[in-house]
């Protein structure tokens, strides 16, 4: 009678241990948020204006006035004249330096492996250089961006290398030939990354541009655990929450619904709440997940407490010291920009340019 209680009870136990396994899974999301200026100017200086400088070689590929329309400050209202901050980009000349004849030998061979003919092709190289220079003052002539090279570094020279020819002076003439489409080719071939490294510095510094943000969540993947599934119900209605938060706000029903899911996720880390690694993985999930949940919400501070609870759970200790060094430089440039959300609309038209 002895041995089947104590069977019966081991069987009870093995059905809890197992039914208390939990497994997580990734789950992505993406959200929106403004991203804020590393380098704020005054709050009331927000039109600009962008001026281009472009040698011949340029312009035949890409006019002035284009290279201006795609400069674009985020956030700000774009003049023509007379702005905040006052943008110049002066792009050198495309260089070219020096034309060489290079070439390669194919040999053809018989079954036997004997070479019956060889052919030669030859082509240009060509090296050359493009850049150029952008600066940037406010509107008392004051410098807010001292000259700067586009490319991060002063022109670095690059090769051309033109199609293949079955003689040397095909591949000689070519070049010479076709010089000005060759011209425009590369032109138009660099200024997409040109003009992307000014947005990029010019908005890292005093933009705020709209940005996505593809963050992780956890979610259960254990058929047999209590709790499966409302936790998977929950993570299908936070990811739904979640999509719906853009750069102009979060609205009330919203925030609301985030508010729900951490409430949900708190309740599970008190009901799963022992030592036992089953539980403590699942503390784990609800705590990263608060922590994401609070830092879309710009509640920073909450977000650290998770992150703190998370490291206490020591389940993954690192995820909480990285996720906090992440949250604290937030908290750092919102409190710079003097801001208590990045989630709120900006209406360009109403800027005005100084007095």
Not at 59 to 81: F, H, P
Not at 131 to 151: C, F, P, V
Not at 252 to 273: D, F, P, Q, W
């Amino acid at each position: 009678m002895k041995k089947l209680l104590f069977l019966a009870m081991s069987v009870v136990a093995f059905n809890v241990t197992i039914a208390q396994k939990i497994d997580l899974d990734r789950v992505y999301v993406a959200h929106q948020y403004r991203d804020l200026p590393s380098t704020p100017l005054d709050s009331t200086w927000r039109t600009y204006n962008v001026r281009v400088e472009v040698p011949s070689t340029i312009s035949g590929a890409m006019s002035a006035s284009s290279i201006e329309d795609r400069i674009n400050l985020q956030g700000w209202k774009k003049v023509y004249g007379g702005g905040h901050a006052q943008l110049t980009v002066n792009f050198d000349d495309l260089m070219f330096d020096g034309q060489k004849i290079e070439n390669r030998k194919e040999e053809i061979k018989n079954k036997e492996g004997v070479v019956t003919a060889t052919n030669y092709y030859y082509w240009s190289v060509v090296k050359y250089s493009i850049g150029g220079t952008y600066s940037a003052k406010d509107w008392q002539e004051n410098a807010l961006i001292n000259r700067t090279n586009i490319n991060g570094t002063s022109s670095t020279q690059m090769e051309w290398k033109s199609p293949e020819f079955r003689s040397m002076g095909e591949a000689d003439r070519y070049f010479s030939n076709n010089r000005a489409a060759i011209s425009n080719k590369l032109v138009k071939e660099h200024m997409e990354t040109m003009l992307a490294n000014i947005n990029n510095s010019i908005n890292d510094k005093y933009g705020f541009p709209v940005s996505t943000d593809q963050v992780t969540l956890w979610t259960s993947d254990s058929k047999k655990h209590p709790e499966n599934v409302a936790f998977v119900e929950n993570m299908t209605k936070m990811k739904a929450s979640i999509a719906k938060v853009t750069a102009n706000g979060i609205d009330a029903a919203t925030r609301a619904e985030l508010m729900s899911s951490i409430e949900y996720m708190t309740t599970v880390k008190g009901k799963y709440a022992t030592e036992d690694k089953g539980d403590r993985k699942l503390r784990y999930a609800c705590s990263y997940n608060n922590a994401v949940l609070y830092t879309i919400l710009d509640m920073p501070d909450k977000a650290i407490e998770e992150c703190n609870a998370l490291i206490a759970n020591d389940y993954d200790v690192k995820d909480g010291e990285k996720m906090i060094e992440k949250i604290n430089k937030i908290k750092a440039l919102m409190a710079k920009n003097n801001k208590v959300s990045r989630h709120y609309p900006i209406d360009t038209s109403k800027f005005n340019t100084p007095n």
